[in-house]
């Protein structure tokens, strides 16, 4: 994924399926938290307030 604005693209297309607001990322269809970044790491969000024990991406610059 890349960011443009407060919105996330997958590399492979060209809609944004997420938006960003702080530390969390939410999904554009669902309207549900799906990852939470901590510094450079993400984590994905299983629901409940429950996160991946590893991180799913890396928030490169």
Same mark, same amino acid.
């Given at each position: 994924?890349?960011?443009? !604005?407060? @919105?996330?693209?997958? *590399?492979?297309?060209?809609s944004?399926?997420? $938006?960003?607001? !702080?530390? @969390?990322?939410?999904? *554009?269809?669902?309207?549900?938290?799906?990852? $939470?970044?901590? !510094?450079?790491?993400?984590?994905?969000?299983?629901?409940n307030?429950?996160?991946?024990?590893?991180?799913?991406?890396?928030?490169?610059?």
């Amino acid at each position: 994924m890349y960011q443009r !604005g407060e @919105y996330l693209y997958p *590399l492979y297309g060209g809609s944004a399926e997420h $938006w960003v607001s !702080g530390d @969390y990322a939410f999904c *554009l269809t669902t309207q549900r938290i799906t990852y $939470w970044i901590l !510094g450079k790491d993400v984590y994905g969000h299983l629901g409940n307030g429950e996160l991946t024990r590893e991180p799913v991406f890396y928030y490169g610059d």
